[in-house]
């Protein structure tokens, strides 16, 4: 696995994909300082709101996009030809994505710490490690999901993609269908983690949205559509490989 991981990295080296967990997440505090800096208890939380609504599925589509797009351009031959299982190529893939979407939201929670002790405000120390989590593990499902569109769509037919699922985030996530829309589940995991509406705003105090028993069942089902997807992938390079 680990030769797998070095080989992604090995690929993407150079490019704009390698660089983007950082640039996103810098452009995304760069953005909040410009925009929002001054707005005191609230910096946190618009900060939060606008990198996980926004800027990180766009990163994890465009992520996904380049790292299967030059193995598109030579039919796969690196997948299909290599002289190990599918599966363990494939998770190789979206680990290394993956190792993506947790740098980005590390470097997020620490840029927002530094903010806020600027900005005269505190954050919450556990509520943003245990949102830097449950971040990891909600958009986790993306991955495969963002590799299959690539595998039929250029780049932008999966930017799209992201819109939609971003626009649908706002409609699902403030209601009790926020379970059947797997888009929905990060923003509505956020209010009880760190206190933030999908809106951007700080919840009320007695906020129904502040029940914390919504982030047991967000994961479970993030983890199924993950698995879901996953075997999609997976059976469709196996197929590529029967047909030769």
């Known amino acids: 696995m680990l030769n797998i991981l070095r080989a992604e990295h090995l690929k993407m080296r150079h490019t704009f994909g390698n660089a983007l967990p950082v640039i996103a997440p810098v452009f995304s505090l760069c953005f909040v300082l410009v925009v929002a800096f001054g707005t005191g208890n609230t910096l946190p939380a618009f900060t939060w709101n606008i990198w996980y609504t926004t800027l990180l599925p766009g990163m994890a589509a465009i992520i996904c996009y380049l790292g299967i797009s030059k193995d598109k351009k030579i039919h796969y031959c690196n997948i299909l030809s290599v002289p190990l299982p599918v599966i363990k190529l494939l998770a190789g893939k979206v680990f290394y994505c993956f190792a993506g979407l947790f740098i980005s939201n590390i470097i997020l929670c620490a840029g927002t710490f530094i903010f806020a002790m600027f ?19 909600t958009y986790l499902w993306e991955i495969p999901l963002y590799i299959l569109l690539s595998l039929h769509f250029k780049m932008a037919g999966c930017l799209l993609s992201c819109m939609f699922l971003v626009f649908t985030d706002f409609i699902f996530a403030s209601n009790k269908l926020w379970w059947i829309w797997p888009s929905s589940i990060p ?20 906020s129904p949205l502040l029940d914390s028993s919504v982030i047991l069942p967000g994961i479970i089902i993030s983890f199924v559509w993950f698995i ?14 029967v047909k030769g």
């Open 119 to 137: 900005a005269g405000t505190t954050a919450s120390i556990s509520g943003s490690l245990m949102a830097v989590v449950l971040l990891c593990i």
């Open 187 to 206: 923003s509505r995991l956020m209010c009880p983690v760190l206190g933030i509406m999908p809106s951007g705003v700080l919840a009320p105090a007695l």
């Open 228 to 241: 879901f997807l996953s075997v999609l992938l997976i059976l469709y390079f196996k197929r590529k490989v």
